[in-house]
């Protein structure tokens, strides 16, 4: 079987695999007035699913308000490209878990966690969904969501201001577009935790009010 040496008008094929010759090549045309960018197909797969995030809506007790306020006019989480919410776990790609699990509920939760579609994300909003909130003790609760599936971003707070579900969700932004899906395996990056929402966030969400 012959291979073919493909031609690149411009660039000679031993130069193409160099890359200071492509650089100095999108210099000259950035000088020229050619908006050129450059990039994996990683990270342009990636950019868009980061930002066109799906969730299913599951909102069990309190916390679940403070979504719905998210999702209103005040906090717009459109703005951030997961405004999208879906009903059938087929069509999601991360499940919100916002408020309590009992152990009535685990079965439901992890069947429709098993129904979503690889890749898949878990995000744990409130204390009862993070470690069973001021219901641990509870024979009926479970303590912590991550004892049924894995999570990805805690969002801690009884329930969490509106901010901070923003913040925990432009996280999974910043972890999604991280992953490798072609040349290599997908990293295996450890959960994050909401510790505390940036000033700097807080001072831009009043500015835009």
Known sequence: MEIKTPKIKGIPYEEFKD??????LLKQLNEGGVNVITGSLDQLIN??????????????SCCGIEFMAVGCARYDFARFGFEVTRNSPRQADL??????????????FKRLY???AE????????GCAISG????S????????????????????????????????????????VEKFLGGVNRK??????TEVPDSFKQEMKEEE
């Open 133 to 136: 909130g001021p219901f641990k």
């Open 119 to 126: 890749p898949k994300y878990v995000v744990a909003v409130g």
């Open 19 to 24: 890359n200071e010759t492509l650089d100095d």
């Open 114 to 116: 098993d129904q979503m």
């Open 47 to 60: 950019w868009g699913r980061a930002n066109s995030l799906w969730s299913l809506t599951f909102a069990t």
């Open 138 to 177: 509870s024979y009926h609760v479970v303590n912590g969501i991550d004892k049924i599936v894995p999570v990805d971003v805690f969002v801690p707070g009884c329930p969490p201001r509106p901010e901070a579900i923003l913040y925990g969700m432009m996280q999974l932004q910043r972890k999604v577009k």
């Open 189 to 194: 990056e450890s959960p994050i935790v909401v």
């Open 95 to 108: 499940i919100m878990c916002a408020g309590t699990i009992t152990n009535k509920m685990a079965p439901v």
